[in-house]
């Protein structure tokens, strides 16, 4: 009766939206009225110079900001980065699925595995393949779900696990990404004004990375079998889903064909981000210094046409596969398979929408800049120095996220105060990003704002056999215990890491 009464009052994700979208305008045009603002900094790149101005709340309640609704609602909805991406690598899953691709992979591989060993391979590919950037969220949100699915599982349980992985393992990166590219921009301009010489790494930190993926990973693994599985219950599985998981001789067949083709792809895609050989490195944009801004840098082939490489990738899987199985025989089994993971999709595209109606808002009104910019000045303010001063740069990285989840905007207003002042304190520019990006980390799977989280619970909501529909509410109670504890074993690996000193990675120092 309880369960019942409490499915009633749960208030549909869009609803949610609907009514924070609300709360904002509503809230923009009180802060601003009032005056709210706060003084931000920026660093000339040519003098290393401070240069300060007003950051204040703009207001859209009002005859401007209404007219800013109505005129950009529809762009930025066009414009939102998830909604393209997630309909387009649904083509690429449509394809695996329905041809039967994605059933007989899982079982093939996870015939002998156990299914803690599942979870963890899992979570610990959503952990590195952060690499991706934003998009590892498209890729791996929706293939966690199938994994789960065929494995008999409830895909909810492989869904809130893959999501702990990529927002918690947002800012553990092993290897040198475009975002830590971006990043290492901003900490060296704000080392210079300190030290005009001074250098950074783009390995300095894979000590202790490497150290946070496998620990994070772990504990990730453990919430989720030992928490969320019994909390989430038994997948009820439809009726024209309970096939049976034995494989076939043309199953077979069909996965050979389908790997074999895979490779010959992978081969002749490897070869177009190789630089320096002959006729390659197409995918590259070659103004770029790093290789890593040579793939992800904003005019390179290779990141602008991700999303289309992997989800022909994923067709190729899934056609190859039909034909070697005999389950697609002819174009129009073909063409059957390209719409059928967008069957049904309707809800999913409104929730997106409403989702990118609240970001673009909370963007616009400056709220979040003007709250991370008044946290930056807080830490300038307090006069701490070794263990606190690190602590409280942990904790402040963690709170503007909740507001500014993008990690190079928030560092582009953090940078320039926080990292002279932890250099002054004799802590170094390699620790001071090190210890912003596992802050952020530990919360980013809690935030609303964080784009992709749409898209988890879009996810979320495909794949609930319940009556009630999953709230905005219930999907982050599900992020909370993983957020928890990694904001507790992040924490205690930095301080671990200051304490003994140990070096954070090649030419990486702690401390000056």
């Not at 900094?41 to 207001?59: D, F, H, M, P, V």
């Not at 009002?62 to 387009?88: D, E, K, Q």
Request: glycine letters at 6%; charged letters at 10%; a positive charge.
């Amino acid at each position: 009766m309880k369960q019942k009464i409490k499915d009633k009052l749960t208030l549909h994700p869009i609803m949610t939206y609907l009514i924070f979208t609300g709360i904002i305008i509503i809230l923009s045009g009180l802060l601003s009225l009032i005056g709210i603002a706060t003084t931000t900094y920026r660093i000339n790149a040519n003098t290393l110079e401070y240069s300060q101005s007003l950051l204040g709340i703009k207001s859209l309640f009002n005859l401007s900001g209404i007219r800013y609704i109505f005129s950009s609602t529809v762009s930025n909805f066009m414009n939102f980065a998830p909604l393209s991406s997630f309909i387009i690598i649904l083509i690429g899953f449509g394809v695996m699925e329905k041809s039967g691709f994605l059933k007989t992979a899982v079982a093939v591989i996870t015939k002998k595995m156990k299914k803690n060993t599942v979870t963890f391979l899992i979570v610990f590919a959503s952990v590195v393949l952060s690499i991706m950037g934003d998009l590892s969220y498209i890729v791996m949100l929706p293939l966690s779900a199938c994994i789960f699915k065929y494995g008999r599982r409830n895909p909810k349980i492989g869904l809130i696990a893959s999501f702990a992985g990529l927002s918690c393992g947002q800012g553990l990166s092993i290897i040198f990404t475009s975002v830590d590219s971006s990043l290492l921009t901003e900490t060296s301009l704000a080392a210079r004004v300190i030290d005009p010489s001074y250098r950074l790494a783009t390995i300095s930190s894979i000590f202790i990375m490497t150290v946070a993926v496998l620990i994070v990973s772990m504990v990730i693994t453990w919430i989720t079998e030992r928490k969320i599985a019994d909390k989430i219950g038994k997948y009820h599985v439809p009726s024209d889903e309970k096939e049976n998981i034995l494989v076939t001789r043309k199953e077979i067949r069909g996965f050979v064909f389908s790997i074999l083709a895979a490779i010959v792809y992978i081969l002749i895609f490897l070869y177009n981000i190789i630089p320096g050989l002959p006729f390659s490195g197409a995918l590259l944009d070659n103004t770029q210094g790093f290789y890593i801004d040579k793939l992800f840098s904003y005019n390179s082939f290779f990141s602008n046409g991700f999303v289309f490489v992997v989800t022909i990738f994923f067709v190729i899987l899934g056609l190859f596969y039909g034909l070697g199985s005999r389950t697609i025989k002819n174009h129009q089994d073909f063409i059957d398979t390209l719409g059928h993971s967008l069957d049904g999709t309707g809800k999913t595209l409104v929730l997106i929408f409403f989702a990118s109606l609240f970001i673009s808002l909370f963007k616009e009104t400056n709220i979040g800049n003007v709250i991370v910019s008044s946290l930056a000045n807080l830490f300038s303010n307090l006069n701490f120095s070794g263990l606190p001063l690190i602590i409280l740069l942990f904790l402040i990285s963690a709170l503007a996220t909740f507001v500014v989840p993008t990690s190079i905007t928030k560092w582009s207003i953090l940078a320039p105060v926080i990292v002279p002042i932890m250099m002054n304190a004799g802590i170094s520019p390699e620790f001071s990003q090190v210890i912003f990006r596992f802050g952020e980390s530990s919360v980013m799977g809690l935030t609303p704002l964080m784009a992709y989280f749409v898209i988890y619970l879009a996810m979320l909501n495909k794949y609930n056999d319940k009556d009630s529909s999953i709230s905005l509410g219930e999907a982050i109670r599900y992020q909370i215990p993983y957020s928890i504890l990694t904001f507790l074993i992040l924490i205690t690996i930095i301080v671990l890491w200051y304490v003994i000193g140990l070096p954070l990675g090649i030419n990486g120092a702690i401390v000056l």
